[in-house]
């Protein structure tokens, strides 16, 4: 088992936030997060790498519980994030981008150099020199990822990668992903889109209020028309 | 015109060390987001220690090898502090962080003293740099051609470090988005330190390298730091190329000052700072910051006016207060005048802190200008007293009209900068302009007429005053224009999209502040007799905000009690120890790190947790804006 979440409760000041969540990834899979604006997906990414402070259960990444350590220890241990916002430093070019999240290289995880990451994202190949402040949204979204994968992790979490980009980025944003997970990351996806998850999915959940109601394979969501059309916008 | 050149290189020779100052302060303030105040002290801890170095171990080490020592042991005294004081004050209000830190300046001072004496030190030459060029038959030292050199080298050694390592890009990334480089898996704890360790390495570089030119002394901290304020302002915070602009920008116009106005040189650094906000508010090369996190903003503890019989409570405190005179004698009348005073001052600074968002650090200004404008008017003119004192304190009004508008076109510690340096510029005019307010020796003999001049009259006037100035800002508070004023110290936008002219407001909330501060100023000089440039200083700037603080910053009316109790400790321990600004500094730290919510907060905090039907929701912390 690469990531097991277990009673995860997270707070924002007195607003409880996140109920009882239970995750489990295994190596090597790819798994989405579904669930509507607000329902809890990037407050259950931040809670899992210690980003929100008040948070209770159990995080095991590789059978180990992460809950009691400072985010930079967890991403270290080779748990990358990819937050909803991009959060690309927009002063740095390209290459220091990827040099921010440069990490020394893991024995269970594939190793990312620059050269791997530009035949992943050929776009940014041509603009290493760029500051991260001129590139476009889909373009953004490409160092982001990259910028991730040059920490060498074995699981990454995609807060929404697909949203606001072009059909066209998407397909190449899918592309990518199953190229990581063919490389042997495990992958697990915040997604709003039922067709871009299908894509790239070995299972989902359904994130709805902070609970999680549904989980299975793409194949048994399909099979629950009722549950899908209950908590996802089509 | 040989002259006019040897001024020049004088000029750049200076920018040296406040370049190197100046570029620490920045870079920390980059990363962490702190407003190192005690960056100044840090500076005359490297000149001392190297004073140190030089003089007894430069058989051992050299002089050059001295130089760096110490500024090598001065950095790791930064460490410690950013180990043991500053990793718990990160999260703190930004003022809370300018407190704790000029906190440390106050014991630095005294330690200072403490180990090197109080007289002022001339340090060893640099070998090698013992002569002077001849330049058309003036004399430039050879040390001065060494420090123009020294100061590119620097930034251009700075700008490899931070384009050329990857330490230094994830400096950068840091001063961009610090979590996200935690969230990248780099320990910020680590970054952190080392970034502070690297600022203040320059910081006592550059006081180490001043020994060959000046002597050393302990109130190099002050001097040096108001300099760098006014850099930073220029040149805009976190910009190094800035740092170095804005750093041969008012070392040329320092030195060419003395040649346009030499009585008052500092006029000159004013105007080209005044032109620069109104120009570009953030500086030559800085950045417009996102909003700056609101100074309260530990808890949400609505604010009401009184009600009927905390009226009366009020009203029997100072009937009580009146009956002084029953018992007390002659001293206890004249420290309780003074009490009565400072609560004024500490009333109008709590006025645009708390209540305006605006956290002054030059408030004395606006009291020191209405002392000089009651001894100008008394002496000079030779006015009546009550004339003085209704007159006197205008002209605190017209400095923090002027000041004011040019400060609140900023916010936070820029804000706080600012006003730092024009409290230190009216001070060095009433310093150095000897012909009009007797410089140092102040100005004497501003005594009441006969109908106050008894100490139980003066104190009756004095806390009669005070009560009203307390009812009136109180009366503020609750009025519209208090509570648009509330508005824009908690969300400008929101404050803009409904019609309020927020940079208005703030500048209305600054002279009623400013005037009442004068009001304060106008009575200490008849309670003294006299006026000195101290009523201006930093020290009585920052003996406010700690009676704010100590009062409770978020409490409506804490700070009558902070006053009081801080005026009395501090008259108390004056007469205990020799060492106060070491007691002092210490206490500061303390009440910024244990206490932040000050007395008022607390007892305020134990209130809302007797009533149970208090809203835990108000009584929990908010997260900051940003």
């Known amino acids: 088992m690469k990531l097991s979440v277990q009673d995860l409760n997270s707070h924002y000041g007195p607003a409880h936030i996140l109920f009882d969540i239970a995750l489990e990834v295994s190596d090597g899979e790819v798994v989405s997060l579904l669930g509507r604006n607000g329902a809890g997906k990037s407050t259950t990414f931040r809670s899992i790498v210690g980003l929100v402070a008040q948070r209770t259960g159990r995080i095991l990444f590789e059978g180990k519980d992460v809950s009691g350590e400072p985010t930079h220890a967890i991403v270290r241990g080779g748990l990358g994030y990819v937050p909803e916002e991009r959060r690309i430093f927009t002063d740095l070019t390209v290459d220091e981008n990827l040099e921010v999240g440069r990490q020394p290289v ?6 990312w150099t620059r050269e791997k990451l530009f035949a992943l994202f050929p776009n940014l190949a041509t603009m290493r020199g760029r500051p991260g402040g001129r590139m476009s949204g889909g373009e953004q979204q490409m160092l982001t990822i990259a910028r991730t994968l040059m920490g060498n992790p074995s699981l990454v979490l995609l807060d929404e990668p697909s949203e606001g980009l072009s059909p066209k980025i998407v397909e190449q944003m899918v592309e990518a992903i199953l190229t990581m997970k063919k490389e042997g990351v495990s992958i697990v996806v915040s997604e709003q889109n ?37 908590h996802l916008a089509l | 015109m040989a002259f006019y050149f040897v001024q020049f290189l004088t000029g750049l020779a200076s920018a040296a060390s406040l370049f190197l100052v100046a570029s620490g302060l920045s870079i920390i303030f980059g990363v962490t987001r702190i407003v190192n105040f005690a960056h100044g002290a840090f500076y005359m801890l490297g000149a001392y220690i190297a004073f140190t170095l030089t003089e007894q171990f430069s058989g051992a080490i050299g002089f050059w090898g001295g130089i760096v020592f ?128 690297v600022g203040v390495f320059l910081a006592a570089l550059g006081g180490a390298l001043q020994i060959p030119r000046d002597a ?94 905390e009226r009366l409570g009020a009203m029997a405190a100072l009937v009580l207060a009146a009956a002084l005179p029953l018992i007390g004698g002659n001293y206890a009348l004249a420290v309780g005048s003074e009490i009565a005073i400072f609560v004024i001052f500490a009333a109008s600074l709590h006025f645009m802190m708390s209540v305006g968002g605006l956290a002054s650090f030059g408030h004395a200004a606006y009291f020191g200008l209405g002392a000089y404008g009651v001894a100008f008017l008394a002496k000079m003119a030779g006015l009546p007293m009550i004339v003085s004192l209704l007159l006197g304190p205008l002209l605190g009004l017209l400095g923090a009209g002027v000041f004011g ?222």
């Open chain 1, 106 to 111: 893991r024995p269970n995880a594939p190793h």
């Open chain 2, 70 to 197: 110490a500024a090598l042991i001065v950095a790791a005294l930064g460490v410690l502090v950013e180990m043991v004081l500053l990793r718990r004050i990160y999260h703190a209000p930004e003022l809370f962080q300018l407190l704790a830190t000029f906190g440390l300046t106050l014991m630095v001072e005294d330690l200072v003293v403490l180990i090197w004496g109080p007289s002022d030190l001339l340090g060893r030459r640099a070998p090698g740099f013992w002569g002077a060029v001849d330049f058309f038959g003036q004399n430039v030292p050879t040390y001065d051609l060494f420090l123009i050199v020294l100061g590119p080298l620097v930034l251009g050694i700075l700008w490899l470090l931070f384009q050329r390592t990857r330490w230094g890009v994830l400096v950068r990334a840091a001063t961009q988005d610090r979590d996200m480089v935690a969230a990248l898996g780099v320990n910020q704890k680590w970054l952190f330190t080392s970034v502070f360790a």
């Open chain 2, 405 to 626: 508008f040019f400060s609140v076109q900023l916010s936070g510690v820029y804000f706080a900068m600012l006003t730092l340096a024009f409290a230190q510029i009216v001070w060095s005019v009433a310093f150095q302009w000897v012909a009009v307010t007797g410089g140092d020796n102040g100005i004497l003999g501003v005594w009441p007429e006969q109908w106050a001049a008894s100490p139980s009259h003066f104190y009756w006037l004095s806390i009669g005053a005070a009560a009203l100035a307390v009812v009136a800002l109180r009366i503020t508070v609750f009025s519209p224009f208090g509570f648009a004023l509330r508005a824009t110290r908690d969300s400008p936008l929101r404050g803009e999209a409904i019609g309020i002219d927020g940079k208005r407001i703030q500048w209305t909330a600054f002279v009623i502040a400013g005037t009442v501060a004068g009001v304060a100023g106008a009575l200490f000089a008849y309670l003294k007799g006299s006026i000195f440039p101290d009523s201006l200083g930093i020290s009585l700037s920052v003996d406010a905000l700690v009676m704010v603080l100590l009062g409770g910053v978020e409490t409506v009316s804490g700070v009558v009690v902070g006053a009081i109790v801080y005026k009395m400790l501090s008259i108390w321990l004056v007469s205990q120890t020799d060492l106060s600004k070491l007691v002092l500094g210490g206490f500061i730290v303390l009440i910024v790190v244990v206490l932040p919510k000050g007395i008022a907060g607390i007892l305020e905090t134990i209130g809302n947790r007797r009533r149970p039907e208090a809203p835990a929701l108000l009584a929990s912390q908010i997260d900051t804006a940003e």
């Open chain 2, 216 to 309: 050393v002394h302990h109130a190099m901290d002050l001097r040096i730091i108001v300099d760098v304020f006014v850099v930073i302002v220029i040149g805009g915070l976190g910009s190094i190329i800035g740092a170095f602009v804005a750093a041969v920008l008012v070392s040329e116009l320092n030195a060419f000052g003395i040649l346009v106005f030499p009585k008052i040189s500092i006029i000159l650094v004013f105007l080209v700072m005044a032109a620069v906000l109104i120009i570009r508010p953030w500086g030559l090369f800085g950045k417009q910051e996102a909003p700056a996190r609101r100074t309260p903003g530990l808890t949400v503890n609505p604010w009401r006016p009184l009600m009927l019989n």
């Open chain 1, 194 to 230: 039922l067709h871009f998850a299908r894509l790239i999915s070995d299972r989902a959940y359904i994130i709805e209020r902070g609970r999680i109601c549904f989980s299975g394979t793409m194949g048994e969501l399909d099979a629950r028309p009722d549950i899908r059309d209950a």
